[in-house]
């Protein structure tokens, strides 16, 4: 080889050599002992048998579950190799915050107090500790490490150098970032729909993602360096607690109205309402008590978690069987984040093990925003039918206009396949001309038919816009309104007091007309023949009251009005005859 090459060869050799000497400083192997000390010691144990055992590597850190121990626990520390003095390598730890402040013995130096980034410690790792190393860690070297033993969670320890730390800490900060915005615009899009439908269903879906939004970025510790957002941080463990409180007591809340519980199953919606209670009262007490409640909150916060948690599930299953319109949504939504949180309750009360992980929280939040997506886009379909039958349908009465009675019973079935999801309550109005017959015997089919027209155009005159109206038999109309109860009954008096205050003029004749009104409120999953069955016994019941009666369909199935028969129905519309003048 001539001289020319040799320098490059040389050089490379050299390279390689000098990377051989680096790289395994830098892939060093981390040996976690958990020394068996039966009494609490001020300094590292000068033999301790060991009661576990972990290794680190480069990809995977050493991960220890030390049950809970008021002695605390000593860890002895190696390496399969030298690390230099100059280098950039950390020992990390992370873990719960409860560990508190750490005592670090590194190798060749004096022991120092390493506090978390929230009690001002680096800020590298904002999840744990950074435990430096001064002096490297020379071959044979023993670090010894002091934590407590208030916490059943596990401790993961490894070594990484400080650029491969600042690369992690920010892929996490973007990513816990990006969920927490994903779910507040998912909070405000439900607040803006329950600002539209104003069913408390959507509130309270929007307050709970608040909520698991909030908790997740306190738990990250990214709130603390976030502008706008730090004053989350200040409230430390007593804000997390009450967060997470909150966010099971909203989910309660959602589950009550989104399996309708009340009418499906109501042994369900009482025992759910009272796991409400008592989440409330436990939130008050963590309000007031704060730092005081800390020995005990967690443990109750986490028993009312495992209680709470095959109740919905049960409630799910059965109101599924039973019909509900979106159980299914519930369960294939609910359930990751079920497991989830049962693990960590579990986890926290030292009932699983360690390998069942409580990360991913936000995520599984996502999945379950995008689960109730698939609902509302349901809703939103049968919503827009709705608006397209009331006024674009070409099916219509051909002497008046109107929606006919087909249409009306696609709108109802529309609104029955709502169920639970964000629709209000809404009535349906049975409207009967009392006397036709006699009218037209008296004037002519041709007035008869006027009246008809008038009585349609008055009645239109007296509804809300968005209010349906349609002609369902010759002399009866249906009015279909959306809203509470006392919206609907004020309604109906108006549509009374609106016919009896002003007779008809036609062709030079006025006449004198009456209408019967039978009122019958909406009940989630009900069927539209089953309403309509009940608006036309309420109108029946009108009928026999007398001109301009309104009559209203109790709400339940006890206290139901008497039968009608067609006979009485007869003796009442000619008591009536024989009453009008001709």
Known sequence: MTGRWRRPWRALCVAMLLLAGVVPA??????????????????????????????????APAVLTLPRREAGYWLRLTVDGAMPASGDMRLLLRGPRAIGPVRFYPPLAEPRTVRDAASGGSTLLRRGWVLSLPHG?????????????????????QLDSVPGLVRAERHDTRLTMAVFTTLMLMALAMFAVWLVFRDGLYLSYAGYVTCVAVYALMVSGDAAEMWGLAWLDGFGAPGRWAAATLAVLLQLVFTLRFLELPRRLPWGARAVQAMVAVHAALLVVLLLGREHVAGWYYVAGNVLLLLSIPLVLACAALAWRRGAAYAGYYLLGWSPMI????????????????????????MVALVQSAVLALALSRHAAN???????????????????????????????????????GARRYGVLMLDIDRLRVINNTHGRAIGDAVLQQALARIRSLVAAEDTVARMEADSFAVVSEGRRED???????????????PFRIDGHQIEVSISIGLAMSR????????LARARHALDHARMAGDNAVSIAPGSSTGEHPAVTPELLAQADTARAETTPS
């Open 26 to 59: 830098a892939a060093q192997q981390l040996r976690v002992d958990v020394l068996q000390t039966r009494e609490e010691m001020d300094g590292p144990p000068a033999a301790a048998a060991v009661a576990m055992r972990a290794d680190a590597t480069p990809d």
């Open 137 to 157: 860690w020379p071959t044979g070297a023993v670090a010894y490490l002091r934590i407590n033993g208030a916490v059943t969670e596990p401790i993961r320890l």
């Open 339 to 362: 497991v989830l949180a049962a693990s960590g309750a579990g986890r926290q009360l030292g009932l699983l093990p360690p390998g069942w992980s409580v990360g991913g929280l936000p």
């Open 383 to 421: 919503r827009h039918r709705i608006t397209l039958l009331a006024r674009q349908s070409l099916e219509r009465d051909p002497l008046t206009g109107a929606l006919n009675r087909r249409v009306v019973e696609q709108m109802l079935d529309a609104w029955a396949e709502l169920g639970g999801l």
């Open 488 to 502: 609907c009954e004020l309604l109906a008096q108006r549509l009374a007091d609106g016919f009896s205050r002003r």
């Open 524 to 531: 989630r999953g009900e069927s539209s023949a089953s309403l």
